[in-house]
């Protein structure tokens, strides 16, 4: 399967599964409350597949004809697969027999409205609690959150933190890997004030390190908050040895093999694969002598450095890959497992963190604190989609939970056509004792729609953006 066939698989089944989540929240608690549901569709428009589930025992009379209602839930997978709905036996939305008037939506109390609309951004928050749960029991394979080399005019170097510096807690979270330390970091810099960094330095003494919480609001943007503070994870030294050629390209052209080892380039000596590379990039379409070692014998090789557009820069490359030896990477890896019981803690902990960092980030979007660059629309949630599957079930699932969460979020928030509209409207009713007029509600949802319609056409703009200049 091409690259761009897999990513929109990916898409589709990460959009079906959370879809079917969201709205089987809303299903399961309206059949459990006693609320008649006639249909429950992922997806919207022209039916692919629909089946009926069993009827239940009619309750029309002899002789008397049979309605919707007396048939089975129908269970639906139309054609457009952005969103799904459960739609539920309600006067509002066409005629009820008198036989089922107590199992209409419409006429049910305040608490019970309530419950089915909160049950599908709360499943959600469930699905990523899970799916937390089975990757701390599992076991995830990160990196250490071990540190690089630190720049002297960095923030990370005014708060004293140097290369070989281990991460150890983030404001009093534990950080076992670097993209722990990552989430952790955003989230604390969020709230304005300090953070304490806990390390462990190359003598193996544990410090602690204070970033100043002024500076990291000006500085937590497009989630590169580390690498804006001078913070990198260390990476081990790969040697300049050619591991693959790719075909057609400038080094196979000028006859380069996998095994030479690159001994110095246009004169300057080459010590890793990293310093190779960084002198390619800097030199698109310009000739090039390479000294290599071929069995023990040194010779001299030109080539013409190959082209690549990326974003508005043209760099370097010569089609070519690294030798990496075995076991290379182990002392930078860890595995983080838990038991059964200590990844339900976590799993909650990090659920609930989750969702007050997106909320935090929604507000801050919303004042202008950060840019809107960080939204992710239909194209780049795709694209991690297609990517996190590549790498395995552990990465999908991650990916599914934090857009799982996103999801929850983004349902809550009090939006008419969401369901944290809904939720709005009955906190009013309750208040005052009887429903919002349908005309207000009608407005509200004109309102919803507008609001949705900019949100999605806006984060189509950043994708586009963000593509283009990628």
Known sequence: MSSFLFTIASFIVALAILIAV???????????????????????????????????????????????????TEY???????????????EREGDVP????????????????????????????LFALLAFWFIGVYGDTGTRPWIGQVDETTLAAQAGFSADDEILSVGGTRTPTWETAVYTLLSDASSGDDVLVNVRDASGTERTRILPGGQLLTLAEDGRLLERIGLSPKRPIIEPVIGQVVAGEAAE???????????????????????????????????????????????????IVGQLKRGDQTVGRI???????????????VEVRYGPLEAVTMAAAKTGDMSLFMLKMLGRMLTGEISVRNLSGPISIAQTAGRTASFGLTQFLKFLALVSISLGV??????????GGHLFYFAIEAIKGSPVSEVAQAFGQRIGMAILLGLMTLAFYVDITRLFNS
């Open 410 to 419: 983004l349902n809550l928030l009090p939006v008419p056509i969401l369901d």
């Open 98 to 125: 008198s036989r089922y008037l107590d199992r209409a939506f419409n006429r049910q109390s305040v608490a019970v409205r309530s419950a089915i609309v909160v049950a599908g951004p709360l499943f959600n928050f």
């Open 22 to 72: 969201h709205e089987f929240g809303h299903f399961w608690v309206a059949r459990k409350l006693g609320v008649k549901v006639l249909r429950f569709s992922i997806g919207f428009g022209k039916p692919l597949l629909s089946f009926r589930g069993r009827a239940p025992a009619s309750e029309a009379s002899p002789g008397e004809q049979l309605t919707e209602a007396d048939l089975g």
């Open 319 to 333: 089609g070519a890959g690294p030798e990496v030896p075995e076991g290379l990477f182990d002392d930078y890896r």
């Open 76 to 90: 639906v997978l139309a054609a457009i697969p952005l969103g799904g709905y459960v739609k539920m036996l309600d």
């Open 253 to 303: 052209s000028a006859g380069i093999q996998a095994g030479d080892r690159v001994l110095s380039i246009d004169g300057q000596a080459v010590n890793s694969w990293a310093q190779l590379v960084e002198y390619i990039q800097k030199h698109p379409g310009s000739l090039v002598t390479m000294e290599i070692s071929r069995a023990g014998v040194q010779q001299a090789v030109q080539l």
